[in-house]
């Protein structure tokens, strides 16, 4: 026998008017995950950028400049269009999120503390990205790769805290990072070895 929908909602109501609090955290959520993600696809594509400009060095002048022009307009799209924004909007949601912890547990205290991490190597992106703008290249692309890599190191540092949470041995997650960094560095290593061969 179908059930009257007046009947449902109305037995429903108390039940449906709890859960609404509960979905918009969710889509906060949501948002927030949305703007990670943009934001370390941001943070890993603009050192790219730096790396590929700073490798125009060796070229002829010709075509040193046409490339470094160009690579100057991405990075400006990139970083202004992209990066900033979803920095801030993460930031916004990101606080709007803890807003809503009535006491902060201690795994998102650590995650925090990544977060502010995070936010100086944006800083630090921000300043190459300036100097690079004005076409001076203060690192080499060896030390650019290197560079790019801690935004992994954060990434995977910040995704297992979340996850994890509570369960999460700090033991076993600074091993993990430490064995996580010493694989990106010995890859990095293979990869100079390869391209100079």
Avoid at 140 to 155: C, G, K
Wanted: aromatic residues 18%.
């Amino acid at each position: 026998m179908p059930l009257n929908r007046k009947v449902f909602l109305k037995q429903n109501s108390l039940f449906l008017h709890h859960q609404k609090p509960f979905v918009a955290l969710l889509y906060l959520k949501s948002f927030h995950i949305i703007f990670v993600v943009t934001w370390f696809a941001g943070l890993f594509y603009i050192v790219r950028l730096f790396v590929y400009f700073s490798e125009t060095l060796s070229l002829p002048d010709v075509e040193k400049h046409i490339l470094q022009k160009q690579y100057q307009l991405m990075q400006r799209r990139l970083w202004y269009g992209i990066a900033w924004p979803s920095a801030v909007i993460t930031l916004l949601l990101g606080i709007s999120l803890v807003l809503q912890y009535g006491i902060v547990p201690s795994w998102l205290w650590v995650k925090l503390g990544f977060v502010v991490f995070l936010y100086a190597y944006h800083i630090v992106c921000h300043l190459l990205f300036l100097q690079q703008q004005k076409g001076i290249i203060s690192l080499n692309s060896n030390q650019l790769r290197l560079f790019n890599e801690v935004a992994t190191i954060f990434l995977f540092a910040i995704v297992f805290l979340v996850v994890l949470k509570e369960t999460y041995s700090w033991l076993y997650g600074l091993l993990s990072i430490a064995i996580l960094t010493a694989v990106l560095l010995l890859a990095i290593y293979t990869y100079k070895k390869i391209r100079t061969q």
